[in-house]
């Protein structure tokens, strides 16, 4: 079975300082991995994701995030933080095998921006 | 375009009574589904659709149930409320064959 397993439930940074949240997964075939971005009180947004090709990519608001195999590791980073980042970041795995897009989810990481 | 649309925003129910969180997705997707958030423990699959008429359970389906009659709307059932499932409720959707998932804004619902 699939799961993540997301480092830290909240991180601090201060404006302009490096952003790292931590995801690491557990999948027997080749996954999808994907980080969703919530602002308060709204639903989910796609941020970035990685299915096959290139291992590092690139998503909105300057965030990437790299493909890690050997480490199981899909860790999201921003150089430069600003304090319209701070949100509750999932990172979520799955497959297409079925032909069905079934998300797991890890428990959020919640990110605050100091000035 | 409206995208995912969920109605009401928050709602508080007394056990055991019923209501139905109503969903509708303006994309023409296929597949649609519904989570619950809880504090603390991520999204969970409640139940999904791959399309009109079509339903399965996902991770913690007991104590709801789903139809979908139409494209569009894909309505959640709470039967017998319980305060077990006080939680947020989004509704998503997706084109067939797609890796990306729309979510609506989402339901709070207290049940007391």
């Known amino acids: 079975a699939q799961s993540v397993t997301q480092l830290g439930s909240h991180v601090s940074v201060s404006e302009g300082a490096l952003v790292l949240l931590r995801c690491n997964y557990s999948s027997s075939v080749p996954p999808y991995l994907f980080w969703y971005v919530q602002y308060p009180n709204q639903g989910l947004q796609l941020l970035l994701k990685?299915?096959?090709?290139?291992?590092l990519v690139k998503g909105i608001n300057g965030f990437e995030a790299e493909f890690k195999k050997s480490e199981t590791s899909f860790h999201l980073t921003k150089p430069s933080a600003h304090m319209s980042d701070a949100a509750e970041y999932f990172c979520?795995?799955?497959?297409?095998?079925?032909?069905?897009?079934?998300?797991?989810f890890g428990t959020g990481t919640r990110l605050l921006v100091s000035p | 375009n409206a995208g995912v649309t969920q109605t009401p925003k928050f709602r508080i129910l007394k056990i055991g009574q019923s209501m139905t969180l109503q969903c509708a997705q303006d994309?023409?997707?296929?597949?649609m589904y519904w989570y619950r958030q809880d504090p603390g423990m991520g999204l969970k699959l409640i139940y999904y659709?791959?399309?009109?008429?079509?339903?399965d359970k996902g991770e913690v389906p007991n104590g709801y149930n789903v139809s979908r009659s139409t494209t569009e709307d894909f309505p959640l059932r709470l039967e017998l409320a319980a305060p077990s499932q006080t939680s947020v409720y989004f509704c998503?959707?997706?084109?067939?064959?797609?890796?990306?998932?729309?979510f609506g804004p989402g339901t709070r619902l207290t049940v007391l």
């Open positions: 998503a959707s997706s084109r067939q064959g797609s890796d990306t998932q729309y």
């Open positions: 994309m023409n997707h296929n597949y």
């Open positions: 659709s791959v399309g009109a008429g079509i339903t």
């Open positions: 979520a795995v799955s497959d297409l095998r079925t032909g069905f897009q079934k998300l797991v």
């Open positions: 990685y299915t096959t090709g290139a291992t």
